[in-house]
């Protein structure tokens, strides 16, 4: 079975861009939750999406949004981009309603700005 | 909200050696803990997790957590140390959606 993928694994991108990263979970997972992991630090949580809901949205600028469709598919998106958003951005799936499940991550998409 | 410290954010240890990482978390609640291990390029593996059954949990690789309500700890250690588990061990608390808060890391790294 495929586990976690993102698209794309890494890109680049200037400063006041737009940018799209994508996420397709676990074959039977209905949740999806995305993560920044700046260098040097641990993921902090940025979404949770649930049947397509958002359930949960972390300290982040209304610049970040993310959207989950019914393939349970999701993706992330960052507008105006700031040399801060260069990050690891991962994406975990779990199997049932966020209650304690295993979540899942994939490798992540690496995004630079320049 | 839930938070999670872990202090020594590098550590050595000699191959065949013992690790120890600590972690302390805060919760408002009863939580749910985790242990997951970072491999360079590669994406977050499950260790090991705590749900409110057993205080002593076994992970995958020989590694084995203690959780500690009194101490509001869950320290990981393994008896012998491999090359192979040089990596950035995360511990990490979820709350009760499921939204899991990461610790800053501990970077291990294991001398031959």
């Known amino acids: 079975d495929a586990g976690v993928t993102q698209s794309p694994t890494h890109l680049i991108k200037t400063r006041g861009q737009h940018v799209t990263l994508r996420c397709s979970p676990i074959?039977?997972?209905?949740?999806v939750s995305w993560y920044q992991q700046v260098l040097g630090q641990g993921p902090q949580f940025i979404f949770q999406?649930?049947?397509?809901?958002?359930?949960g949205r972390g300290n982040f600028p209304d610049r970040f949004s993310a959207r989950q469709f019914p393939n349970y598919s999701s993706e992330l998106n960052v507008n105006a981009l700031l040399l801060g958003d260069s990050a690891l951005y991962l994406c975990?799936?779990?199997?049932?309603?966020?209650?304690?499940?295993?979540?899942?991550f994939g490798q992540g998409t690496r995004l630079t700005v320049v | 909200a839930q938070s999670v410290t872990q202090l020594d954010s590098h550590v050595s240890v000699s191959e065949g050696t013992p690790v120890l990482l600590r972690c302390n978390y805060s919760?408002?609640?009863?939580?749910?803990l985790f242990w997951y291990v970072q491999h360079p390029n590669k994406g977050l593996q499950l260790l090991l997790k705590?749900?409110?059954?057993?205080?002593l949990v076994k992970g995958i690789n020989g590694f084995e957590a203690e959780f500690k309500k009194s101490e509001t700890s869950f320290h990981l250690t393994k008896p012998s140390a491999h090359m192979s588990d040089a990596a950035e061990y995360f511990c990490?608390?979820?709350?009760?959606?499921?939204?899991?808060?990461f610790g800053k890391g501990n970077q291990v790294v294991v001398i031959p």
């Open positions: 975990a799936s779990s199997q049932e309603a966020p209650m304690n499940t295993e979540a899942f």
């Open positions: 074959s039977g997972h209905k949740s």
């Open positions: 999406y649930y049947e397509k809901e958002e359930r």
């Open positions: 919760s408002s609640y009863s939580p749910s």
């Open positions: 705590y749900t409110s059954a057993a205080t």
């Open positions: 990490v608390v979820s709350d009760k959606d499921n939204r899991l808060a």
